[in-house]
């Protein structure tokens, strides 16, 4: 499979930790759980997916250009990978030693994606180039103070709505700052829809092509790829800023309904207790 033998774990530099957990092989950055990769298999059957899964809302053949603003491991971007096989994939990382741990333990150069070592607000403002799809999965800050920086959303959205080309879409990761990402997303692109996954704090929030929570529902269930995750996904689409859900887009029954949040772990996944 082309992936290195771990010896359960290994110290990339100061901060940057490498894991092999029962389920999968873990990056840990500061202490915050940033990538999970499974051997073998594109998607993590979590919060990456979900992050991915609004690429279904375009076209096979509208697939052709993604963004990757916080890279980490390269856990989103194999998820694109697998969705738009001939995408042209930027990953942007701040941080070069996260980059060398995903090329050493996460087989990141088997993805073919153009990666950029850069701060992403700065690589926003420069870059020129148009996507079919911009994915955030930035987050900064050690174990229980894990955050978006500063700059997002605002202005951090808005530069990356800008590079979006019409009828494309954008994907955040959020944890606590869902309120706040929704209302950005509906004032820049118009209608959002929110995903949440069980056993995680995370919401991912689209907008763009994204239409609705059940017109995506039915593009993950159709995904050979995405349909295995489907029943870890909660999808309400919003009807305010403040994140309320349309009453067409409530979940059919109770044992649907996204679980009741307790106090995050800190991860940058948001898993509830420490990763495995």
Known sequence: MGTRALARRHRVGAHVVVRDGPRGRELLVDGTFASFYRPGEA????????LAAPLL????????????????????????RALAPRAEIVGVELDAQVVAAARRWFDLDSIGVEV????AREYLERERRRFDAVLDDVFIGPAKR????????EPGLRLAAARIAPGGVLSSNTIDEARAVSKCVRTLLGTTVSISIDGYHNRILAGGAVRSAGELRRAIRASAIL?????KLR??????????????????????????????????????GPPS
Request: hydrophobic share 40%; with cysteine.
């Open 116 to 119: 950029v070592i850069a701060d």
């Open 235 to 272: 999808l309400r689409t919003l009807s305010d800023a403040m994140g309320g859900a349309r009453p067409d887009a409530i979940r059919r029954n109770a044992s649907e309904r996204a679980r009741p949040s307790a106090r995050r772990c800190g991860a940058r996944s948001g898993r509830r």
């Open 146 to 153: 894990v955050r978006k920086p500063d700059w997002l959303p």
């Open 43 to 50: 998607t993590t059957g979590s919060v990456w997916d979900a």
């Open 57 to 80: 809302a375009l076209p096979a053949a509208r697939r052709r250009r993604v963004l990757v603003i916080g890279l980490g491991g390269g856990s989103a971007a194999r998820v694109v």
């Open 227 to 231: 349909a295995p995750t489907l029943p």
